[in-house]
């Protein structure tokens, strides 16, 4: 008998694993459109997160009276409980804060585990967690600085709230549009990337969304995913001087080490999100700053990586100059990621709803199996 097996697919190349219409990424063009428009529009001067949280779970362009009721309903989600603030608090104390944000939405999970049986409360369950892990964020910088507790202010958008908190400051117009314009960058980016696989995969089981954002959380905070716009930082950082890219990048290549911030399973020319990012890093990175330091040494990292890497379809990905513009709005480094979770968690959590409209069959894939042979079993004293 013959059986019809797909071909092995190593990280599952090719392999689609879901339908959604959500977002799409275009990796030969190098384009990203969320419900079919593109991130240059929607991170314009008038884009706010509220209103691609609206797109995304609505599936058409909000009016104005809609964005608002989307803020005031992501205000009125946000609240946290005196214990979920307290345990994120210690839990920042004890290890990084993605692993700490990655405790501290587990905990939001309610006391039963029957999700299937509230399965018409995915949406409210959705937003709420797109605006809970939001509030956490700023809950877990506060702690890692060693400042009190400040909660959301009412009336403050989901960007000012965030970026107020996690800094400490007030911040600018500015700085809160840049916020917003990294939100909606990030919010989603098909269902196939790594963390976002995660969350149809784990949804599949039935699990409560609170469970399935929290294990997309640990799997963004990998450097070959999320992670690499800290990593990427903390390159530039050790390489200290634009002249000192070339050397380096050419020793981390002959390393056989993945440059962050750079290539892309499905964008085979430069990212569309970083070109955005650039357009950002132009009107937040100013005088002589580390930031101003930092992007001319990514600068420098992009062209010599380019000039090695570019004729086998390696160019800057998202995180090449992200952690610029982070650092430019007063963001701590170990907070880039958690940054980009609290984005993320919109396309998590519209995933989730997607998943399940689509029949929410269990994901279970075939192995190929390389083992020893079916043998007999020896006795302990007989080995
Ligand atoms: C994103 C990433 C995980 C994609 O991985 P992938 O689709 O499995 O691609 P592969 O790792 O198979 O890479 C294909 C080839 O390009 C090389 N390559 C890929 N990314 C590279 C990088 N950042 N630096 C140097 N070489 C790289 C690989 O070494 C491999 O070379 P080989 O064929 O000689 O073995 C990978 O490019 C990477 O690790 N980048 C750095 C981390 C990063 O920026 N992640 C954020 C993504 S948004």
């Known amino acids: 008998m013959t059986t019809d097996t797909p071909a092995y697919s190593p990280g599952l190349e090719g392999v689609p694993i879901a339908e959604s219409a959500l977002s799409l990424v275009e990796g030969q063009v190098g384009r990203l459109t969320y419900r079919g428009y593109s991130i240059e529009d929607l991170t314009g001067p008038q884009g706010t997160f509220e209103e ?5 779970y609505d599936g058409e362009l909000p009016k104005p009276a809609r ?14 409980t005196p214990g979920q603030i307290e345990f994120a608090r210690s839990a920042a104390k004890l290890t990084h804060p993605m692993f700490a944000l990655q405790a501290a939405v587990a905990i939001l ?13 995915v949406t409210e369950r959705g937003l709420s967690l797109t605006a809970k ?7 877990i910088a506060q702690a890692v600085a060693g400042r009190p507790y400040e909660g959301p202010r009412p009336g403050e958008s989901h960007a000012h709230m965030m970026l107020r908190m996690i800094t400490g400051k007030e911040p600018s117009d500015l700085h809160t549009r840049v916020m917003d314009a990294l939100l ?4 989603d980016h098909s269902a196939g990337n ?4 995660t969350s149809r995969v784990v949804t599949s089981t039935k699990a409560e969304p609170e469970s399935v954002v929290a294990s997309a959380i640990g799997a963004l905070s990998g450097p070959a995913h999320g992670g690499a716009n800290e990593h990427s930082l903390r390159l530039f950082m050790e390489i200290g001087d634009p002249a000192g890219a070339e050397p380096k990048i050419q020793r981390l290549l002959e390393d056989k080490y993945k440059i962050p911030g750079f290539g892309h399973r499905v ?9 955005v990012i650039q357009t950002l890093a132009a009107e937040v990175i100013k005088g002589e700053t580390p930031e101003a330091d930092h992007y001319q040494i990514a600068l420098m990292v992009e062209k010599v990586a380019t000039a090695r890497l570019g004729d086998r379809g390696l160019f800057p990905n998202v995180d090449l100059f992200s952690g610029c513009v982070f650092e430019a709005i007063g963001i701590p480094i170990d907070i880039f990621t958690p940054v980009f979770a609290a984005s993320r968690t919109a396309g998590w959590t519209a995933n989730i709803r997607e998943q399940w409209d689509s ?3 269990i994901f279970r894939p075939a192995q190929i199996y390389v083992g020893a042979p079916v043998r007999e079993y020896v006795p302990i004293d007989k080995r």
């Open 133 to 139: 892990v939001g509030h956490l964020v700023g809950v």
């Open 67 to 80: 964005i608002l009721e989307m803020k005031r309903h992501l205000e009125a989600e946000r609240g946290l």
């Open 359 to 361: 029949g929410n069959r």
């Open 109 to 121: 999970g309610p006391m039963d585990n029957d999700f299937e049986r509230k399965v018409s409360t």
């Open 267 to 275: 964008y085979h020319v430069k990212d569309p999100r970083s070109k």
């Open 184 to 187: 909606i960058l990030q919010a």
């Open 194 to 197: 790594a963390s976002t696989f």
């Open 52 to 56: 691609i949280v609206a797109l995304i």
